[in-house]
């Protein structure tokens, strides 16, 4: 079971930080923001993350590859806790994908289709950090209880933010878990179906990737992992999770990534 991690974005938001560094390789704490969300992945039932790319962003690669040099230098000057941190980041079991052309988040997990094959697979967007790496195994529970249904995580946003996310329309079975009825993606909030938002982690059922290959562009032009997501409803049963905000960290924006890299900060010097 693969863990795709779609990373082919311009990071607009953050230039000029981002004119040569991709977004994902800014820091947050000690370590780039694609590295929490790998760990998350490999801390999953999946065995393998693939990381969906662009070809001008090879410093993800350079990150998640050995470095015997680096690593035996550090041992010379005993500095030992770091080239162990080295080694492991360089040993973490990370492929790459990619995606030519920027043609929405839909079309960036169609390009990992071979690897997913015939499998059920996870979809982390790296906007979002789950440093305890709880959430996936909690969708997983929730899938193996419905007979390997998708499960998206949702979470609930202030009625005038909806227009910033996938909406879900549903009901309850139980404290934390919705049965979804269908999704939209960006509404304009008098037509949101509900608050709940999609968070930015899937478990998805094979059947969602082959949908993807005939999805059009719809919302902002761009090919939306949200129709295909409504598309299987009409064939398969969908949950949803939801979390508390606080379970989440946001690095999205330059405010949020800020936010986020305090909050982890200080959970780290209290530790
Ligand atoms: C994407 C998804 C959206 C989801 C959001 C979560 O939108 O299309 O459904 O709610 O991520 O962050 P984007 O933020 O890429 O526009």
Known sequence: MKALIPAAGLGTRFLPATKSQPKEMLLVVDRPAIQYVVEEGLASAADEVVIINSRTKKAIEDHFSPDP???????????????????????????????????????????????????????????????????????????????????????????????????????????????IDSLVEKPAPEDAPSNLAVFGRYLLSPRVMELLADAKPTVGGEIQLTDALDAVLKEEEMYALVIDPSDGFDTGTVESWLETNNVLWKRRTQE
């Open 69 to 179: 040099e680096l690593v035996a230098l550090l041992r010379e000057r005993g500095k030992d806790a770091y080239a162990d941190e080295v080694e492991r980041v360089g040993n973490m079991n990370v492929s790459y994908v990619y995606q030519e052309e920027a043609l929405g988040l839909g079309h960036a997990v169609r390009c990992a289709a071979e690897k997913t094959g015939d499998e059920a697979f996870y979809v982390l967007l790296g906007d979002v950090l789950v440093p305890d790496n709880k959430m996936l195994p909690r969708m997983q529970e929730i899938s193996d209880a419905h007979g390997g249904a998708s499960v998206i995580a949702v979470m609930p946003v202030p009625h005038e933010e909806v227009k910033r996310f996938g909406v879900i329309a549903g009901s309850p079975v139980s404290d934390d878990v919705w049965k």
